[in-house]
């Protein structure tokens, strides 16, 4: 699109944007740069963006604490969590959307699931879990506290219900037809699900994947009460670092840089497969 | 041979698509079903191409049904009406999907798709997305999907609908000869007289869920069972004069409103009442007004078609679509006179083509 504008209203424009940018980005960039501040130059005022960079803060989160393994432990529950969730969630979308199963009261039963706060749920989750663990499911699957498996269960229940309604409209968007046609053409309904509708949905499915790993890799609440120490997430990590002798605001800085990597390749990836306009030019324009 | 037989379907618990229907598709022939919008001829397809299930009734591939057999399994090529087209692959995937469904060769797979985009004039588009296609470029594209491989059956809804008049005269033709080569069994479906006219070995005329009538062109052309046919096929459509039958020398005579006499009928259709004639445009010559035998009637609308005319004129209880050479000019409401030919008459009663030796039963 070519478009004249007036030099002064451009320079506002950007003005404004870089404005935005500034308001989201700071954090991230404050974050970043007090990871690599000695310990005098962080809490100063006024404070300080020319000092002299180390290395210390990531050392001490790293080898000291072993921060890794705590990003071991949200990578193994976050993205098995995801993966049962887009897994189950595209079924049952699928089904909800083609054969409206339940009339749309299920589906908004599945949702009303959400609404329900995750504080009054935490007590009961923690003596569920707890006695699952004890039983011979419970320990082969690793469902007890401090175990991964109890973290995963809980995160797929408060993730479903949205992931669930997320998809069944971009379902609803793929016509009827796609698949009939797919069929006459010699897929069976399995292979029409793999070669037609899923590649059509892979926009949606890829929202709803960023949206969960994004959900389970912030998560506090339930990874703060569920583990102690073997199956500690990132969040709780970080939040070892508030000791008894203080808040060890460099080494914090240092553990979330790290944690946050990850999720930015992440969504960088996924990016490309979030463009609506896939599903363009399906139906008759 | 595919045949429907006793064929209902109901969408939910009101909507009725099919009544009752009976239909025999004879192997290598060229279907048309013909029908206004709604009349059920996407869920005739639907039932062939094994997509819905008929609430009762059977249908049968050479006398074995074939209601439980899954579409993948039917061996049926469709084009779809809202083209159904695989947006997330490019023309060239699409085309070869169902031949890579069928395992065929990549390099076998690439001969065909180029011939076929080459028949349906779109080389040019080959890698694009169908979202960045034109209408009739998306159409072609169902089209070419439908026909690139070898199929028991083709069922093609509206596949040319949506074309620009000049290309959908060539795809016409295309289709008709393509047809002749492949000496394939096709079903299409059009909301276009002239379409099913000229592209049919038989047509199908369907009405709210009804076949009205089965027959070659020219048998629905020149015996139309009633009169939902008759106004349905040839365009213009025919005229109809309301008239009575009086008893005439040796069988009976017809009479208009105005008491013209216009033709003769047999003598069983005196006494009827609902009784009707249908006219071509071509039967009806314009004539001085006033003269002896003929039909005053006032010029109501010209449509000008450049090689003819199509003039509205009503007779005052009906109006007759007449075609004029273009020479002559008329003006809206002129009176002319109306010499209709009594031997290219239709006569109805109570809508349905009147027999002979009709029962009374169509007596009011």
Known sequence: MQRKTSIPLEV????????VLGFFVFPIFWMVLTSFKPESAI????????????????????????????IKNTLIISVISTAIVVFIGSLAAYSFARYNVGDGHILFFILSTKMMPAIAVILPYFLIFRDVGKTAVGKALHLGLDQHGALIVSYVMFNLPFAIWLLVSFFQDIPRSLEHSARLDGLSRLQVLRKVTFPLAAPGIAVTAVFTLIFCWNEFLFAYILTRKLASTVTVGVESFFTLQGILWGPVAAAATISVAPMLVFVLVMQRYMVRGLTFGAVRG | MYALVDVHKRYGLRTVALR?????????????????????KSTILNLLAGLTKPTTGDVRRNGQSIVHVPPERRDAAMAFENYALYSHLSVA????????A?????????????RIAGVLGIPHVLHRRPGFLSGGQRQRVALGRAIIRPADIYLLDEPIGHLDAKLRHRMRAELKALAVEMKATIVFTT??????????????????????????PA?????????????????????????????????????????????????SAVGLTGLQVGIRSNAIQMVEPGAAGTLAGRVEVVEHLGHSNIAVISTGKDELQVSTEAEIRLRPGETVGLQIDPAKLHLFSGGAAFADAAPARNVA
């Open chain 2, 102 to 114: 069928a395992g065929l060769p990549k390099a076998e797979i690439e001969t065909r798709v180029n």
């Open chain 1, 43 to 70: 809490m100063v005022s006024p404070p300080r963006f020319l000092f002299t960079p180390t290395l210390d803060n990531y050392y001490h989160a790293i080898v000291d604490k072993n921060f890794f393994f705590y």
């Open chain 2, 20 to 40: 009752r229907l009976n239909l025999e598709i004879r192997t290598g022939e060229f279907f048309v079903l013909y029908g206004p919008a709604g009349a059920g």
């Open chain 2, 93 to 100: 995937e699409n085309l070869a999907f169902p031949l890579r």
């Open chain 2, 219 to 267: 048998e629905l052309y020149n015996a139309p069972a009633n009169t939902f046919v008759a106004s349905f096929i040839g365009d213009p459509p025919m005229s109809f004069l309301s008239v009575t039958a009086r008893p005439d020398d040796m069988a009976a005579a017809l009479y208009t409103a105005d008491g013209q006499r216009i033709g003769t009928a047999p003598a």
């Open chain 1, 12 to 19: 506002l424009r950007y003005g404004a944007i870089f404005l």
């Open chain 2, 191 to 216: 909301t276009s007289s002239k379409e099913a006219l000229a592209l049919a070995d038989r047509i199908g005329i369907l009405n709210a869920g009804r076949l009205e009538q089965v027959g070659t």
